[in-house]
């Protein structure tokens, strides 16, 4: 409530010791999935604490959340500067934002084998300072990987790499969560290329299984999501019925929500 009251004054004389504070509540917003206030908190925050490579990076997120790809690549870039020069090269927030700013380049210009190189390097930092391999910032760094071997169009790595990251989900959250499902999904795009349509079958067979694991609220945004990948898939197989089926659903799933709101 302290932080909203200025930002409400709009007081520009406040100490930079209360850069912290505005951080911490642009991140309360991030969470909440309110990219435009917190990104006017976090820069706020930027305006009294210019070289805090948290901000920065935070400031990035925020950017990535409105869509506006250019901005969030370049926040990430400089908070991995400023993490360099305070922490050094072999801190993990260092490898962290190699990570995020590689997720951004991978939907905004084609990869070569300097990203490879990049994307070991935040690995090996990651092994060197003995984190968890159950941490998010793994599963993270399995991501990226997934994204450069699907640019590459070396499917097999990326189903090899996204059972990796399956199962150290199924290890911290277990199997009945949105992120395991997230996971699972991100398969199915190279099970197509691939021609496996019995594990596609498979996979999605799972997917409904777990839907109905997730609280009401998870389970609407999910289902769009699984339905929408179907149509994707059966439509890049031509089978043109089942794709329009899936997507007759999303339609319907969307009118429910706007009658919900009504």
Request: hydrophobic residues 35%; proline residues 3%.
């Amino acid at each position: 409530e302290t932080a909203r009251s200025y930002m409400e004054m709009g007081d520009s004389s406040l100490i930079p010791e209360f850069s912290s504070v505005y951080n911490n509540l642009g991140t309360i917003y991030l969470e909440s999935g309110s990219s435009p206030d917190a990104i006017i908190c976090l820069e706020k925050a930027q305006e009294l604490t210019p070289d805090s490579p948290e901000v920065i990076f935070n400031l990035g997120y925020a950017y990535l959340g409105l869509g506006n790809l250019p901005r969030a690549r370049q926040m990430f870039e400089e908070s991995r500067e400023l993490y360099a020069n305070r922490y050094g090269r072999d801190h993990p927030n260092y490898a962290l934002a190699i990570i995020q700013g590689i997720s951004v380049r991978a939907r905004l210009e084609p990869f070569d084998e300097s990203v490879l190189r990049e994307i070991r390097e935040a690995e090996r930092i990651l092994i060197d300072n003995q984190i968890d391999p159950a941490d998010p910032m793994y599963v993270e760094c399995l991501d990226v990987y997934q994204a450069y071997y699907f640019k590459r169009k070396d499917y097999d790595k990326v189903i090899e790499t996204g059972e990796r990251k399956l199962e150290l989900i199924r290890k911290r959250e277990g199997r009945q969560s949105a992120e395991y499902l997230d996971a699972l999904i991100s398969l199915t795009g190279s099970y197509s290329y691939l021609g496996e349509r019995e594990i596609l079958d498979a996979v999605y067979e799972e997917s409904d299984q777990l839907l109905s694991s997730l609280n009401e609220e998870e389970m609407q945004d999910w289902r769009n999501v699984v339905e929408s990948s179907k149509a994707s898939t059966y439509y890049y197989q031509e089978e043109y019925d089942l794709a329009r089926r899936s997507l007759e659903r999303v339609v319907e799933m969307d009118k429910d929500r706007i009658l919900e709101q009504e």
